[in-house]
């Protein structure tokens, strides 16, 4: 043996202050901290939840009575109350403050009308907007044309002009076109959807 080894604990190194964690006890703590910051959020979200309905529809349907419309390939920019009818090139004006937002509708069909190969869409409203929508057909068909037309606009587009017959007690209204039934489906699509 030689006498110049040391003999005592290494002093490089502090010695060890306790036991060392082990992994099950790390892995506790790390589920703890997680667990409490996972309760956090969750508290604060419910604190900051909106405590109405749930929002309406992205896209509630307009109807509107139709107070102009002119030929064009286009309408001005800048006119919330201008729609085009590309089908027809027309540039139609509505009078969207005299005019009925429904959120959703009950129902729409394409229903065969009175002249082979023409269709119309059969809608029924609901219950809570039968009454101002059967005002609104009222005050609107005894105008002369065009402003005795009412106008749909969904999400931004003008999806159907024309005379609205309805809405009947059960508040089902049919809108004429005359449409093919490509047209009539489509506009169902837009009224259901």
Request: proline share 12%; net charge negative.
């Amino acid at each position: 043996m030689s006498g110049d080894a040391p003999t005592g604990p290494r002093q490089d190194r502090p010695p060890p202050a306790g036991p060392r964690p082990s992994g099950p006890t790390l892995t506790a703590a790390a589920l703890c901290v997680l667990g409490g910051a996972l309760s956090f959020l969750a508290v604060t979200l419910a604190r900051n939840a909106p405590l109405t309905d749930p929002p309406p529809a992205a896209h509630p349907l307009r109807i509107a009575q139709v107070t102009s419309q002119l030929f064009a390939p286009s309408c001005p920019a800048g006119r919330p109350d201008a729609f085009y009818d590309p089908a027809a090139s027309l540039c139609r004006t509505l009078d969207l403050d005299g005019g009925l937002t429904v959120e959703e509708v009950a129902d729409a069909e394409a229903v065969p009308g009175p002249v082979a190969d023409l269709w119309a869409v059969r809608v029924t409203f609901r219950p809570e907007d039968v009454a101002e929508l059967r005002g609104l057909t009222e005050r609107v068909r005894s105008e002369p044309y065009p402003r005795g037309q009412l106008a749909f606009v969904h999400g931004g587009r003008l999806v159907s002009t024309g005379v609205l017959a309805g809405p009947d007690r059960q508040g089902t209204a049919s809108l004429g076109g005359p449409y093919t039934r490509a047209e009539a489906e489509v506009i169902v699509g837009e009224l259901a959807g």
